[in-house]
């Protein structure tokens, strides 16, 4: 039996997909597979899936079946993630020349698996959600040489009728705050600034340890790592949102000027539909904390159209909420029904294109915001970590605290300095809804 040996990788879905292919791909290249750019290349072929909304789940299949012809030519196909736990063995019959089948719960048995592939194991699969474990590895090769991922909770307890995420990813397991700790530490050595940290409701973080830290205290130590000069988080939980996060921003500088906070919708009755846990009035309140900051936060939204039963004067105030937040930008999405959830099984579906409708008017409504919003940043200087260089325009490319993109020229300085990585104060000239542009002041 020959030995496996290069792979390609796919990566769908969100941050923490991003990063959980970012500790696969370390576990990988510790065995001695090496990764290769195209799937054509590659003896193993892994697609790290998503489930989010219908059309995220078809991506994984179309990409099987463009490939269904080299079944027989030595390639091995593996499905990891969110389609993977929930599919499970059905992926097998969907797609016979898959081999492997892993959700994220059991990637700790990934090495293991591989072993199992390789002597020749036809049909492997790690499916248990039964696991109290999170999947740490010091192996993991990041992507971005500045900004680097940290997983503190995995999981989900919360049971939002339209949302596949707690069947998909399993309880809520909170990581120890040593470990944390000491990841950041690491990564501050190794020369990263930025740091994020991940879960799918970072506010209900609630340290195993006996330390026991809550979600905030967890940010402010965090927050106080040497050499760490940003802490970004995602995704806040409103019901799970508290004071103290804000308290902690006001009082560590490299905490980001920025909120994710996903209300999903504008209307109390479709949030008691939703599950979420939380009414109009106790969104607003969590809004004025963080307005009430010391300093301008910016505030990020998830929103979804066309729940069931989501009646025109709902989606009116959804347009009202967004106004009265005035939310620096949006994610905003039409309501995909979605397996084992729930919302399935509540009537009064709103029709596809009276969805395609409400979507539009929402980011049109949103794109004024934006307008708005950004106007107000003119004339204003900003430190930007700087991202990348863009050639065809000459400038480079900044992000700010609050999580804008900064395009920038330095006028007084040669092109060819590279400024790759570091923070750069810039003087905002001019603002679209996307983006901003300006000009660096020394
Ligand atoms: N844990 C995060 C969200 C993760 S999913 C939170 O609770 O906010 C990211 C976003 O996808 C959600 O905020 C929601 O807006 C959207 N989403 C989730 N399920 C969806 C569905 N069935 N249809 C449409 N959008 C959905
Ligand atoms: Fe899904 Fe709700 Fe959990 Fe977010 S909090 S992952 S929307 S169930
Ligand atoms: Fe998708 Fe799974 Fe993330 S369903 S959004 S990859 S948690």
Redesign the pocket.
Known sequence: MRVVKTFYIETFG?QMNAHDSEKVIGTLVARGYSQVATPEQAELVFYNTCS??DKAEQKVFSRLQQFKKEHGKGKTFAVLGCVAQQEGERIFEKAPHVSLVCGSASYNRLPEMLVQLESGNRRVTGLSLDTDETFDTPLTRRDNPHRAYITIIEG?D?S?A????PFTRGPERSRASASIMAEAGELAAAGYTEIQLLG??VNSYRDPSPAGWDFATLLAHVGRTPGIRRVRFT?S?PRDFVREIVDAIDANPSLCNHVHL?V?SGSTRVLEAMQRLYTRDDYMRRIEWIKSARRPIAITS???VGFPGETEADFEETLALIEEVEYDSI?S??????PN?PALALGDQIPEEEKGRRLAVLQERQRAIQVRRNATYLGRVEECLVEGFNKATGQWIGRTSQNKTLNFIRPARNAEDNLLGSYIEVKVTRAGPNSLAGESVH
Not at 162 to 165: E, G, K, L, S, T
Not at 333 to 338: D, T
């Open positions: 969100c989010i909304r989900c919360k939002c339209y949302c596949v995420v799918q409701n995704t939980h996903p999903q998830d929103i979804i994610f999405f039409k309501y995909s029904r979605r959830t």
